[in-house]
């Protein structure tokens, strides 16, 4: 898995740092990070944008029907890494990487360690090498037994020697094995690479970028030490590769590059703060990047009607964009004008060709602002739009409780708060609420039937 540092240039030698065998069983063996309090981003445009850089890897991978989510992390890091069906990517990453051949180059690493079954081989490793150090301890409690019957500390000592060093010999199998591992995924995604006609030149970059970091950071690491190969290492396997290809100097798509600029600025504009986001849009000047950062930083921190006019004028110039209907909705909520903000919302959600279920949800929102009984019902339908195409949207089954609450249907409102729960990862406020909205309902209708699902989930996990 790819990584960089948290923040700073010092802290990039920490990716290098020595992973115990307990953090490489709770990343191996981690399949509910929602759940586990994983600081997750959600963003209707960066979402389908990511998506659409990992549509052809994914096939070349043969991926494409295996139902991968990938998941925005907010973490200033470069970092990405995969558990059971699912692709984290760290907003660091996204906001670092200056061309989408960068991310696709991630993902395509990532799609390798899936596509190659890794997490379940490591799990296999993890094993023989919990097994290694079980004996090894027993070996040296052994000989300090002997030792002590017969007064010999030599002996006793050496016990305890071979104790721990059958730690560290397990340790330092699994360490190996991740590395053997990561350089097996970096090839593997040089070969997804050529078989959609792109380039690796994106990958080179990304791991020039770790070594100078390193370098700079002054960090002296021990390369055995460490789960993934060294930067010059991989560089070194990789080089030859990816100039060899016929793809190596294939660029990104205008639009592409275009849509991967205006990811950039937003996230700079609501994660990085005004600073950051106004050095960024200075190296895009006169960009429709620019121009959109400029239109949402205005919406943060500046005056509505001016960022309603910004953002009327990016319509103006790309009237099928359904993120700048988003953002025009996004202002009138703040503006106090939710039937119009319901009007740009709808749009956006025509407009969207990734059918997120997040624009729905918003647009229910705006809809229960109008408040009136025709309104609140119509929230009602999209907001389960919404729900029906992303069901682990939690926040969304908060509004659909407040919306049903406010019509009266108070099972539903109990069910959809049990849901926002379970979803949440807090299963014993999701079986609680569960109960109370089957006690309201009639038995063996599907509402029941969901309410009953709920009740009866099974957790390995302690919020149960």
Do not use: C
């Not at 995969?82 to 907003?91: E, M, S, W």
């Not at 700079?216 to 080089?239: F, K, T």
């Amino acid at each position: 898995m790819l990584s960089r540092s948290r923040s700073t240039i010092a802290k990039t030698a920490r990716v290098f740092a020595t992973i115990s065998l307990a953090a490489a069983v709770a990343v191996a063996g981690s399949a509910t990070a929602f759940a586990q309090g994983v600081p997750v981003v959600r963003d209707a445009e960066i979402e389908a944008l990511v998506r659409d850089y990992a549509r052809p890897i994914f096939r070349a991978a043969g991926l494409a029907n295996d139902g991968i989510d990938i998941v925005l992390v907010n973490d200033s890091s470069f970092n990405a890494f995969v558990t059971g069906r699912r692709l984290f990517i760290n907003t660091g990453a996204l906001m670092t990487a200056e061309t989408p051949n960068e991310i696709i180059g991630v993902i395509a690493h990532e799609a390798g360690h899936i596509a190659g079954g890794h997490q379940q081989k490591l799990r296999e490793q993890l094993e023989r090498a919990k097994t290694m150090a079980i004996i090894a301890t027993l070996l040296g409690a052994g000989a300090m037994v002997a030792g002590a019957t017969t007064n010999s500390r030599g002996l006793a000592g050496a016990g305890m020697g071979v104790a721990a060093g059958g730690g560290e010999m397990a340790q330092r199998s699994i360490l190996a094995y991740q590395r053997t591992e990561e350089i097996t995924a970096d090839r593997s995604a040089i070969t997804y690479l050529n078989a959609t006609g792109q380039s690796g030149m994106g990958m080179l970059k990304t791991f020039h970028r770790f070594q100078t970091a390193l370098s700079l950071s002054g960090a002296q690491v021990d390369p055995y030490r460490i789960s993934h190969p060294m930067p010059q290492d991989r560089i070194a396997n990789l080089e030859v590769l990816v100039k060899q290809s016929p793809n190596v100097d294939t660029l990104d798509p205008p639009t592409l590059q275009q849509r991967h600029d205006m990811m950039r600025v937003k996230i700079a504009v609501y994660m990085e703060g005004q600073a950051a986001a106004a050095r960024l849009m200075q190296k895009m000047r006169g960009s429709m990047a620019a121009l959109y950062g400029d239109a949402q930083s205005t919406y943060l921190y500046g005056n509505l009607a001016s960022a309603l006019a910004k953002t009327n004028a990016l319509i103006k110039a790309q009237p099928k964009n359904a993120y700048f209907q988003e953002l025009r909705g996004d202002i009138l909520m703040k503006a106090n004008k939710p039937g119009d903000a319901a009007d740009a919302y709808s749009k956006a959600v025509s407009l969207d060709p990734a059918r997120s279920g997040l624009l729905p949800v918003s647009l229910g929102q705006a809809l229960m602002a109008v408040g009136t009984p025709d309104s609140l019902k119509k929230a009602v339908v999209q907001i389960n739009n919404g729900l029906g195409r992303d069901k682990e949207n939690s926040t969304g089954y908060r509004y659909l409780a407040q919306a049903y609450g406010e019509l009266g249907d108070i099972p539903g409102a109990e069910l959809a708060t049990a849901e926002g729960h379970f979803y949440s990862g807090d299963y014993k406020d999701a079986k609680i609420f569960a109960m109370r909205a089957q006690q309201q309902m009639k038995r063996g209708e599907p509402r029941w039937i969901r309410a009953q699902d709920i009740i009866n989930y099974k957790s390995s996990g302690k919020s149960q």
